[in-house]
Structures are given as structure tokens and as C-alpha cells.
């Protein structure tokens, strides 16, 4: 059944058909994710990986991430070590996608990694897609169902602004909890975050007992999020800022300025999770409302917080 936009179609039995149908032949779909919503292909066609990176316009060396409905679906295409297995009893299904060394013998097509012998993977928690990856025998090429550089979609209708009749399926799944993209990790060498997310430092180093680095500086692109300029609404946007300049929208946390209209808190309780969960869609509100520039005061950079700052501070890069 559709509803008032042409191509968001509700979950259903005949629409996951037409979907496998569709993602069987080449075809590229919107998805929703735990995390945000995702531009979804077959990730062993070269058809469809193609696809992906025309319609974001995508740098060629910037991978993708592959999806999988479990470990088993994966160990044909990446080298399975035990801190990857440790992560994965703890946190998958969820939020965190993992750098892993790429078999020769996967059928990954080789440009969804940028080419290289390393393949980004990660187990998505939502329904839908673990639904629709449960019933198909290829892993899901899925990036971000947005322009590349910009904001990531919370919701099928972020989809729909994104790409109106581009994409023919774009499914419901209603808007996105956790509201940003996974945590990445590198897992082959000594474990690095190459992205944070809500999955953070230190829940990783408990779980694996021991240190892990932070390494949002590396010149090779061996990641998805490691792009200098990453979630920009399309208007500067100023960080750290701590005085209104009369014209801007301000986005802030907590209560202060309830009253103004120009301003957009992140979370009246200042409760960074829930800050993170509301950063993008509070993006794109302040880009409809017609804004053309967007002060940040301070977020504190811890928990989910360093996530937040991650984002803002690319987004900064305009």
C-alpha cells in the first residue's frame, strides 16, 4: 500500500517480494536502519554497487558498508578474528560496523571496498532489514540514503527529499532511533575507532579488556565517515558558539531559550543520547525553515557526546 509520496511503500509481505524481486535484478532501495536510513544494493552486483555511488555521488574511494543478517551469512567474504567475535556476541545486532581483512574467494564486488583487501560489515538491528536480509542470499552494499557529504536521513521522507523518483521502493520503517550512523571499528591490527557512535570507547575496551585507540586522522580512506567534510545541512555551520547573533538558527541543549523561535534544543533534559538521536532531523528543519546558517553552542565531549561533536565538526567543513 502507498501513501501520499508515490515510492514509500509500507511493510508487507508483497512489498518484501517486490523488493527481493527488485535487489535480486540490480536494483537500489531505501531502507531503514536502527541507525539511519540506508541506500541498499546488492552488494555482490556490480550493477547495483554502481548504482549506489551514481546516485549519491559518491567519491569512488570511499567503501561501502556490507550488511549482513548474521556472523554465518559473512565468513565466505571476511577473515573472522576473535575480537571481532567478542564484539559481535556483545553488540550485534546494533549499531557498529567492523573493518575486516577481505578473503580473496568473497564475491564482494571489489569497487563496493574502494578496492581495497579491506570490507566494512555490519549486522543492522531493525526489523525490516533483518527481515528482508534473512530472506535473501546476498549481503546488502549500504551506505547512507543521502547526497554524499550531507545530512543522513532519520525518516523515508528525509529519503524521499533526498532522491524524489530516483529511487522507485523506498520502505517505512518509521523514523530511527539511535538517529546517527554506527560506531566503525578497524579490528585488523590493534583495534582502532575510525568513527564514534553511541557504541563508544569505553563500552568497547570493557568488553574486549583492553586499550583501544582513536584514529579520526588517517589519510587513507579505509572507512565510510573519514571524509574532512561529512553531514553538512548545505549552510555553514559554527561550532562552540556561546552568543546568538540575531539571525542564525542556534542549536543548544536544554531549556534556556524555549521561547525564541530561531532557537532548537537538542535535548530539553540535555540528555546526549537523545541529543544525538535529534541532530539530523533538527538539520534539515532548520535547513526548511530557511536559515542560512546554523550556530552550535558547546557539547560536551563525552558518552555520546564525542559522536555528536564528531559530526558537528565535520559538518563545520563547509
Avoid: W
Amino acid at each position: 500500500m502507498k501513501n501520499s509520496y508515490s515510492n514509500i511503500y509500507t511493510f508487507n509481505e508483497k512489498i518484501l517480494n517486490k523488493l527481493i524481486n527488485s535487489l535480486k535484478n540490480g536494483g537500489v532501495a531505501g531502507l531503514p536502519t536502527e541507525t539511519v536510513y540506508g541506500l541498499g544494493g546488492n552488494a555482490y552486483l556490480k550493477k547495483s554497487v554502481e548504482k549506489i555511488f551514481q546516485l549519491k555521488g559518491r567519491p569512488k574511494n570511499n567503501p561501502l558498508i556490507i550488511h549482513y543478517h548474521n556472523l554465518n551469512d559473512a565468513k565466505n567474504d571476511i577473515e573472522i578474528n576473535n575480537c571481532l567475535v567478542n564484539l559481535y556476541r556483545k553488540f550485534c545486532p546494533g549499531p557498529i560496523t567492523f573493518i575486516l581483512n577481505r578473503k580473496m574467494k568473497s564475491k564482494i564486488h571489489p569497487s563496493a571496498c574502494a578496492k581495497l583487501n579491506t570490507v566494512a560489515v555490519r549486522f543492522p538491528k531493525h526489523r525490516i532489514v533483518r527481515t528482508l536480509l534473512k530472506k535473501i542470499k546476498f549481503p546488502l552494499a549500504m551506505p547512507s540514503a543521502n547526497k554524499s557529504s550531507g545530512v543522513s536521513p532519520v525518516s523515508p521522507k528525509d529519503v524521499f527529499e533526498e532522491f524524489k523518483g530516483k529511487l522507485k521502493l523506498i520502505i517505512n520503517g518509521g523514523t530511527c532511533k539511535i538517529g546517527i550512523e554506527s560506531t566503525v571499528i578497524d579490528l585488523t591490527g590493534t583495534p582502532q575507532i575510525l568513527r564514534p557512535g553511541i557504541i563508544d570507547k569505553i563500552l568497547i575496551e570493557k568488553s574486549l579488556k583492553l586499550k583501544v585507540l582513536y584514529n579520526f586522522k588517517n589519510k587513507k580512506i579505509i572507512s565510510p565517515g573519514m571524509m574532512k567534510k561529512h553531514y553538512s545541512p548545505g549552510i555553514p555551520v559554527l561550532i562552540n558558539q556561546t552568543k546568538h547573533d540575531g539571525k542564525s538558527a542556534f542549536i543548544y541543549l536544554g531549556y534556556n531559550h524555549k521561547y525564541k523561535n530561531s532557537f532548537f534544543s537538542l535535548s530539553k533534559k540535555s540528555n546526549l543520547k537523545e541529543a544525538a538521536t535529534n541532530l539530523y532531523r533538527i538539520f534539515r528543519l532548520i535547513k526548511r525553515k530557511g536559515y542560512k546558517k546554523i550556530q552550535i553552542c558547546k557539547i560536551p565531549n563525552t558518552g555520546p557526546g564525542i559522536a555528536i561533536n564528531d559530526r558537528i565538526r565535520r559538518a563545520s567543513k563547509f
